[in-house]
């Protein structure tokens, strides 16, 4: 399952008014580590492998990376091949987002509006072809011998994070009697629930074939690429 901002995390990867400009790298300063000489004219001629030369370079500190939060956007480039520039909204106004944010839809929503330069929704994402699996057929032997066929579907990328948010417990915990309750009434095209069980089989096959969607989608969609690199930049920015 997608975790959150700091806690749940999803695999999707396609596109506010934010400013544009160049994208960036961060910068890395190096430290030199060179020693300065003592001035002397005997210290320049001093042999390799001399007493003096070994421990000049014992007092040489290694090399210390420092990464700069000078350049607050960044280019994340899917596995697609599509390119989303990310634009740092300050410490304040991203704190704020990720406080406000009222379940993983809304978090995304926010992603979409304030970080993504450009205008990103999910319809945006579901036009992406990514080449995961939304639809499954899933045919079930009845007792008796005759067979039915179930189609699972996701319409839309959005019902991965719907469902995200309606699996979650009173505590935030994942539910399965939640998780199944949402498949059978939003991603089964026929008419199931849980009484309908009691008289039919393929509950298990039909529960596991939509959770396998909804883990392909959560882990390897475009959404799900883009969504996870947004929540990393910003974790980098709270560094």
Same mark, same amino acid.
């Given at each position: 399952?997608?975790?959150?901002?700091?806690?749940?995390?999803?695999?999707?990867?396609?596109?506010?008014?934010?400013?544009?400009?160049?994208?960036?790298?961060?910068?890395?300063?190096?430290?030199?580590?060179?020693?300065?000489?003592?001035?002397?004219?005997?210290?320049?001629? /001093? $042999? %390799?492998?001399?007493?003096?030369?070994?421990?000049?370079?014992?007092?040489?500190?290694?090399? &210390? +990376? =420092?990464?700069?939060?000078?350049?607050?956007?960044?280019?994340?480039?899917?596995?697609?091949?599509?390119?989303y520039?990310?634009?740092?909204?300050?410490?304040?106004?991203a704190?704020?987002?990720?406080?406000?944010?009222?379940?993983?839809?809304?978090?995304?929503?926010?992603?979409?509006?304030?970080?993504?330069?450009?205008?990103?929704?999910?319809?945006?994402?579901?036009?992406?072809?990514?080449?995961?699996?939304?639809?499954?057929?899933?045919? /079930? $032997? %009845?007792?008796?011998?005759?067979?039915?066929?179930?189609?699972?579907?996701?319409?839309?990328? &959005? +019902? =991965?994070?719907?469902?995200?948010?309606?699996?979650?417990?009173?505590?935030?915990?994942?539910?399965?009697?939640?998780?199944?309750?949402?498949?059978?009434?939003?991603?089964?095209?026929?008419?199931?629930?849980?009484?309908?069980?009691?008289?039919?089989?393929?509950?298990?096959?039909?529960?596991?074939?939509?959770?396998?969607?909804?883990?392909?989608?959560?882990?390897?969609?475009?959404?799900?690429?883009?969504m996870?690199?947004?929540?990393?930049?910003?974790?980098?920015?709270?560094r």
């Amino acid at each position: 399952m997608t975790e959150q901002l700091d806690n749940t995390k999803v695999n999707v990867n396609n596109g506010l008014g934010n400013n544009g400009g160049q994208p960036q790298d961060s910068v890395a300063d190096q430290n030199s580590g060179a020693v300065a000489g003592s001035g002397n004219p005997a210290d320049s001629n /001093v $042999t %390799e492998g001399s007493n003096a030369d070994t421990a000049d370079k014992k007092d040489v500190a290694p090399a &210390k +990376q =420092v990464v700069s939060k000078k350049f607050h956007q960044e280019t994340f480039t899917s596995s697609n091949g599509n390119e989303y520039l990310m634009i740092f909204p300050g410490m304040r106004k991203a704190a704020k987002l990720k406080n406000d944010a009222d379940g993983v839809m809304e978090l995304h929503k926010m992603f979409m509006k304030e970080i993504l330069e450009g205008k990103y929704d999910y319809k945006t994402f579901d036009a992406v072809k990514d080449d995961v699996d939304r639809t499954k057929e899933v045919t /079930v $032997t %009845e007792d008796d011998g005759t067979e039915k066929i179930y189609h699972i579907n996701f319409q839309s990328i &959005k +019902q =991965v994070d719907d469902m995200t948010d309606n699996s979650a417990d009173r505590l935030g915990r994942l539910s399965d009697y939640l998780s199944y309750e949402y498949i059978f009434d939003n991603l089964v095209q026929e008419d199931v629930n849980y009484d309908y069980f009691d008289t039919h089989a393929g509950f298990t096959a039909i529960t596991d074939a939509a959770m396998n969607l909804y883990s392909d989608l959560m882990q390897n969609s475009e959404f799900a690429e883009v969504m996870n690199a947004v929540n990393d930049f910003l974790n980098k920015m709270f560094r």
